[in-house]
């Protein structure tokens, strides 16, 4: 994905509105939306944002900062935002300081909302999302292609303070569905849910879901994006569903699933780049990963950009090592990939220095400016005639 989510989500915003409203009558009593807090029916739902959008009217100048971790916060303050014409920017917690920096840098004066994730994939950008019909014919696909629930029970592994949660959210509002941000205890959350149609997540909110159940749980079908999915068995297996693999980004939205294009979607291969056009995008070329067509279909081998996706965020190593290599007695700096459990791969940063240098201050330098995502699990470092190569491999 990219630094941002694609604005203006606005038109959705109040679309999504009409919808809940227009349940109102029938379906009042319906749960909409639960996370750890407890669950809203749409009618408690539709009185949250109402009151909410009245308190964001006159200060339309000043943007609405959200913190990503508290999802019930996400969901009503975007809402009521987008309605009351006020820019809402979702900030990560995951995100660094550079990337609050480029929020309000980026996006003050623009009504919608954004989201924040790594920022570190280079210079922040915002681009108007397309909501026209040709979008909408997008997202109509999307769930063409899917199968056909009716009031899906949708479980969300990805917080809705990311791209992926929140589109999710909106998607099963569109139904007219039952929205679960699942917390901390997933494996423990989901049994006691009863029936799920959709259950989804980045791959490795699946994958370790998937390890910690005792025992099956099934669901109607999983749903991976924003990252490769490589245990697709083990996922299979621990939901006794069918696993279907999104692919797209922030600027494109979901282009393919399991390879296949949606509609209105054009992807063609140049040089061992995939170069997509997208009713989301509108006009240009979205050309940030490699891969190849293989009978039709879409297989994604990497990025062309030189970004590391972690657990469905970007990252930028080369961001760090510029970091790195400005602070005070640094010479030189390389990123090695060391294998990982839970992401497959993770860097540690090998640095000489001058002086002595504390390599875990550098980790909390670097988680703070750029954000956990990026930081590395080590920082080693090697004073020129000094060996201290005995760092801390701490949790991101």
């Known amino acids: 994905m990219a630094d941002w989510l694609r604005g203006s989500w606005r038109p959705t915003g109040v679309a999504l509105l009409r919808i809940v409203r227009a349940q109102l009558d029938a379906r009042g009593s319906d749960p909409a939306f639960t996370d750890e807090m407890g669950t809203l029916t749409r009618r408690a739902l539709w009185d949250a944002v109402l009151r909410r959008r009245r308190e964001l009217r006159g200060h339309r100048a000043v943007p609405l900062v959200v913190d990503g971790a508290e999802p019930r916060a996400v969901v009503i303050d975007a809402l009521a935002g987008m309605c009351a014409g006020r820019t809402v920017v979702v900030v990560s917690p995951r995100a660094g300081a550079r990337a609050l920096r480029q929020a309000h840098a980026t996006c003050g004066g623009r009504v919608g909302v954004f989201f924040t994730t790594s920022g570190t994939t280079g210079a922040a950008r915002v681009v108007r999302s397309r909501r026209g019909p040709r979008a909408l014919g997008q997202s109509v696909g999307l769930l063409g292609m ?183 007695g640094v010479q030189a700096v390389t990123l090695e990939e060391h294998p990982d459990v839970r992401f497959g791969t993770r860097p540690a940063a090998v640095v000489t220095a001058s002086l002595p240098i504390d390599g875990e201050q550098l980790r909390r330098g670097i988680r703070q400016e750029f954000g956990a995502a990026a930081t590395p699990a080590a920082v080693a470092v090697t004073v020129v005639g000094v060996e201290n190569r005995a760092p801390a491999a701490t949790q991101w």
């Open 146 to 328: 899917l199968p056909r629930f009716d009031r899906p029970v949708v479980a969300c592994l990805a917080p809705v303070g990311h791209g992926h949660g929140f589109s999710t959210f909106a998607v099963t509002m569109a139904l007219g569905g039952h929205f679960v941000s699942l917390g901390s205890d997933p494996a423990a959350e989901l049994p006691r849910l009863g029936p799920v149609d959709v259950l989804t997540g980045v791959p490795t909110q699946l994958s370790e879901l998937a390890a910690a159940l005792p025992r099956p749980v099934p669901v109607g079908l999983v749903l991976s994006g924003s990252d490769r999915l490589v245990e697709r068995e083990l996922v299979e297996r621990a939901f006794a569903a069918p696993v279907v693999d999104a692919y797209g980004a922030t600027e494109t939205g979901t282009i393919t699933l399991d390879g296949r294009p949606l509609p209105g979607v054009r992807i063609r291969v140049e040089a061992g780049r995939l170069l997509v056009r997208s009713p989301m995008l509108g006009p240009g070329v979205f050309s940030a990963d490699r891969g190849e067509l293989i009978d039709g279909r879409v297989h994604v081998t990497g990025r062309a950009d030189g970004v590391r996706v972690t657990g469905g965020e970007n990252t930028s190593p080369e961001a760090v090592r510029e970091w790195l290599l400005a602070a005070p």
